[in-house]
């Protein structure tokens, strides 16, 4: 059985944990900043200092801020792998980064690429020929439809739409159900069906 460690341990980190089991991977143990505990599901957290201890090991940074997940695998010094849940439906012509987690459910289509550190949530669907940037976030139930571009550092809300051939910005929010039926400028903030900006997220 293989081993990895995982960098945030919270609710997020549970998940990324269960994802790696259904992929018999061992979490030798979580590393977190501010350390509230010392066990998660009888696995050990110990303090950021801590981590020279695990230099080998392949890491997943297991934090859903996506501006928060940067700054920390920019720290990481070691090397980083990717998890796949077993139930997640994805094309042979799928590229996916180093970093990134594929929750159980997903399903990702033909040529579509996957950039660093991505989390595509639970029964998400990524349609045909998507570029998906470095540290997004597509939330549970999301719908990216064909040929839709998310830049850096976007979030995807739970049960959003993306209809075909839309271009995203980078670190933009996309509402909790809304449907994005035009381009998004960086940094805006989308509500609504049909989306609407809202107001801008700070630089």
């Not at 259904?22 to 998660?40: G, H, M, Q, R, Y």
């Not at 090991?57 to 990481?76: A, T």
């Not at 739409?161 to 933009?172: E, M, S, Y």
Request: glycine share 8%.
């Amino acid at each position: 059985m293989s081993k990895i460690c995982l960098y945030g341990a919270s609710g997020h980190g549970k998940v990324v944990k269960d994802i790696a089991e259904s992929n018999n991977i061992e979490v030798e143990a979580f590393i977190d900043d501010n350390p509230k505990n010392e066990f998660l599901h009888e696995i050990p957290i110990l303090a950021s200092q801590k981590i020279k201890m695990y230099k080998e090991y392949d890491f997943i940074v297991s934090i859903g801020n996506n501006q928060i997940r940067k700054v920390i695998s920019e720290k990481i010094k070691s090397a980083f792998t990717k998890l796949i849940h077993n139930t997640a439906i994805i094309s042979p012509t799928v590229n996916i980064s180093e970093g990134t987690v594929i929750m159980a459910g997903t399903t990702i289509n033909a040529d579509t690429s996957i950039g660093k550190h991505v989390i595509i949530n639970t029964a998400a669907v990524v349609e045909h020929d998507c570029n998906i940037d470095d540290f997004v976030h597509i939330s549970p139930n999301a719908t990216v439809t064909g040929n839709v571009t998310i830049g850096e550092g976007s979030h995807i809300g739970a049960g959003a739409i993306v209809i075909p051939n839309i271009i995203i910005g980078k670190w933009t929010t996309i509402g909790a159900g809304t449907v994005v039926v035009s381009d998004v400028p960086d940094y805006a903030v989308i509500v609504g069906n049909p989306g609407k900006i809202i107001k801008y997220n700070k630089k």
